[in-house]
């Protein structure tokens, strides 16, 4: 048996351990929450809901904590109330098995708290859904991927696209053919070639130029409201019109070069 062989099946009986164990935490957790519900007055019908609720909302929130590529308002958010979910799980149970252990009286606190759990648990999953939807790339502007240019390349490089490459493209021959001029002596050069002219890029349908000094706005502003923690690689890259690996790299790329100006500015400030 190969190496490779052997680690398929061990991911096998990985993956049936873990579900043999979710299946075995969700029905205990299930009959525990179903029997404190009932304790706060609801018949075993509707007692069933309020385990579905509190289990099926930890799992939705892990789901979306544990998903790359959110932001980190989403992630954050998802984190909380996965952790919330979960406590408020283990609570109930711990709760039930106690009040069941020592005979007592389900207090009158502990079925508010029973009661407050369904609309609280929905309007929690309903802001979740709403952050999901928000980052749904199906809900952005539909952008083309391209293969990397020189913009991509150096974040302070103008485009080709922009207003100063496209006026040093069709200047060059003009001021080229005035200094031959001056150079020998009077005699203007030869008048340039269409060849030897500029000829203007045409864009693909569908595809937009990048734009980093739009991005590089975007950073400055974050950098002086102190809000760079916030700022992602995907906003920067919606904002430059270039792919999510070449917005992180600038957003990388600015950042060193922020941090690294700002010990310099501290000193200037104590100097003055």
Do not use: C
């Amino acid at each position: 048996m190969s190496l490779r062989t052997r680690g398929r099946q061990h991911d096998v009986w990985t993956l049936l351990g873990v579900g043999v164990v979710a299946i075995a935490a969700a029905v205990l957790s299930f009959s525990s929450l179903q029997a404190l519900a009932v304790r706060a007055g609801y018949t075993p019908a509707l007692a069933a809901l309020l385990p579905l609720a509190i289990d099926a909302q930890a799992v939705v929130a892990t789901r979306a904590w544990l998903t790359a590529g959110t932001s980190q308002r989403t992630y954050r958010y998802a984190r909380a109330l996965a952790l919330a979910a979960v406590a408020g799980s283990v609570a109930g149970n711990a709760g039930q098995h106690a009040m069941t252990a020592a005979g007592v009286t389900t207090p009158w606190w502990v079925v508010v708290a029973i009661a407050s759990v369904p609309p609280v648990a929905l309007a929690a999953t309903a802001h979740l859904a709403a952050l999901l939807a928000a980052e749904n790339p199906a809900t952005k502007p539909a952008t083309t991927e391209h293969a990397a240019t020189e913009d991509e390349r150096s974040p302070d490089a103008p485009s080709e696209h922009s207003e100063g490459g496209r006026s040093r493209a069709h200047t060059t021959p003009a001021v080229s053919a005035h200094n031959g001029a001056h150079d020998n002596g009077g005699v203007s050069a030869q008048p340039a070639t269409p060849a030897d002219r500029a000829t203007p890029r045409k864009r693909s349908s569908g595809k937009r130029s990048p734009n980093s000094q739009r991005a590089r706005v975007l950073f400055d502003q974050h950098a002086e409201s102190g809000t760079l923690d916030q700022l992602t690689g995907r906003e920067i890259a919606d904002a430059g019109n270039v792919s999510d690996p070449t917005g992180r790299r600038w957003l990388a790329a600015w950042r060193a070069e922020h941090d690294a100006n700002r010990p310099q500015l501290a000193v200037v400030g104590e100097q003055t």
